[in-house]
């Protein structure tokens, strides 16, 4: 081994640890706020024991454990007095009926890797911090990143957020036993060395490459929105077509052009996941409907003018109809380029092991996105074999989750060595 060049564990220790972390995975899965599915929203009573199970490993690591104001897991690995913090993990949280692995696979590879860079036996000269983030998906308050948000200070302008049962962001935070008080507290370093985050791809690409592991060049941009439309509820049988102001024929018709301006326009995806017809009776012809939109694109401009024509769309069925619309915003995302320095160290890293790592463009949003306003930040996929995911079955291959903790841990000794004293 070269004087310079950093102890790396052997290989069998890596794969050690990463079918370790798979198994934490599986385990994970069962912790639920609904028996039978994984399902976990943010700060439910699953996530306590999620933290308990995540805190062991840390423990077992050394590492200084705390909760921050917003649920966030943070374990720490001390690096020199004054060193900057690289920042490792992703997010706990989960969409309804989900798989293992979105979100969490991140997170246990944290300390998975921070593991095997104690086994390394030489200090780093930076400190090392997992995070599991409290809230990425936006599932309870219809608006993501709660938890991310946190560490580049705007979490605060969520905290009147209302989920369905009228629970502020606020009340779930005291219910937790936390205090939205502390938010500065958990700010992210002014001069973090990085954000690096590990997630299954969720889509075909890395499949069709016949890839493992990929790198991340940019994550598209998103808007999330309710649309509510309102006519006049009324009988199904004795009210003549003439006659109707059918919110649902409205959105039927919104939702028809939404998958056709989708189908037509390169890279453009949208999506309408949630619809609710009031009073919701099959011999009454609605009188309210509120639906979610979903909407990306890897440019910003696309998105914009996609969104516009959609809404102009929705606005004329309403109106042909005489029925009024609401256009509620929830979330707005641009698209983030990833750190073009981290980037290359993932592609040298991957490199240096044999592998190759094609770049993608995300279609997924993530917490990298949002640590991109504070530091440099970086993504490296994780092959999903049958594409799937938001579905309970999302699946990795493990000798794939194997080579993606070796680059991780070899990105992390390359950037050591380089940046050693
Ligand atoms: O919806 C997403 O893009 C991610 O799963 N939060
Ligand atoms: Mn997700
Ligand atoms: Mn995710």
Redesign the pocket.
Known sequence: MKADEPARPASADLSRLSRAALDLCAELATLTEVPGQTTRTYLCPSAAQMHTRLRAWADRLGMTTRLDAVGNLRSRLEGPPGAPTLYLGS?LDT?PNAGAY??ILGVVLGYAAAEALQAGGRPLPFGIEVLAFSE???VRYGV?FIGSRALVGTADELLDRLDREGRSVRDAIRAFGLDETELPGALAEANALGYLEVHIE?GPVLQDAGAAVGVVSSIVG?SRLTLGFAGQAAHAGTTPMTLRRDPLAAAARFMVAAEDLARATPGLVATVGMIEARPGAGNVIPGEVSLSL?I?HEFDAVRAEALAALLDTAEREAAARGVTLAVIPRMEESATPMDAGLRAGLHEAAAGLGLAAPELVS????DAQILAARMPAAMLFVRSPNAL??HPDEMVNPEDVDAALAVVVRLIENLAGGARA
């Open positions: 997010h969409v979105d979100g990425e998906e936006g993501s969720q998103q979903d990306r279609g997924a949003g993530h995911s938001h």
